[in-house]
């Protein structure tokens, strides 16, 4: 494989590109100087150094030089509103809602969506860490909301979260909803735009 071949595939192996683009970018970074490839690179190298999982919501964030838990800032805000978490597929979703200002509840990040033929739905989300989260804010918290994309795989999920979730929420007398159907059918969440995802919000069923 020449490099640029071989550029190309980590390219595609990105979310949404397809080896058309994926060989665009390739060309493009052709087209840059030393420096900037240079740079590009290092940036890559250090992605990892100064971001965290947190540990309750498991978004990743840029932490403090200082910081020496594993928290994220949403998690910590005292003015987040903690009767009401929402479940995510990915941290793309989480950045979405945020930017909407249409929500000022806790978030949870569950880290993908379960296929509906899928044998081991629990290595592949993060059902357990949902459902621990779930028991510790039991008292305070009093609403679920699942936000996944209106896929077929997304509802299926969807399904999967209210199910394994039900014996805890219904023990502690905690509300699921999910979001309205403001969304069109087959978006990814991630693409859908504030005033639809207020309109989703607003009408969670
Ligand atoms: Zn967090």
């Known amino acids: 494989m020449n490099p640029l071949e071989n550029l190309t595939q980590y390219f595609r192996d990105f979310p949404g590109i397809g080896e058309r683009q994926a060989k665009r970018f ?24 100064g971001i965290t999982e947190c540990g309750l919501c498991h978004r990743f964030f840029a932490h403090t030089i200082n910081q020496t838990d594993s928290t994220c800032d949403i998690c910590k805000d005292p003015k987040a ?3 009401q978490i929402i479940v995510v597929e990915k941290d793309a979703d989480l950045e979405m809602i945020r930017r909407s200002k249409t ?6 990040v569950l880290g993908g969506v ?5 044998k081991n739905p629990e290595q592949r989300v993060r059902i357990r860490q ?12 009093n609403e679920i909301i699942i936000a996944m994309s209106l ?13 394994a979730l039900k014996p805890v929420t219904e023990k502690n007398n905690i ?11 087959g978006l990814e969440l991630e693409y859908s735009d504030t005033a639809t ?3 989703a919000l607003g009408n969670r069923k």
């Open 26 to 49: 390739a060309y493009y970074l052709l087209t840059k100087d030393a420096t900037f490839l240079a740079n590009f690179a290092q940036s890559i190298t250090t992605l990892k150094e």
């Open 81 to 83: 509103d903690n009767t």
């Open 103 to 108: 929500y000022n509840g806790l978030y949870f």
């Open 114 to 118: 379960v296929p509906v033929l899928e």
């Open 130 to 141: 949902l459902m621990q989260r779930i028991e510790g804010l039991a008292g305070t918290v």
């Open 151 to 163: 896929t077929p795989v997304g509802e299926h999920t969807d399904e999967y979260i209210r199910i």
């Open 175 to 185: 509300k699921i909803s999910s979001l309205g159907r403001g969304l069109s059918t």
């Open 197 to 199: 995802l207020k309109s």
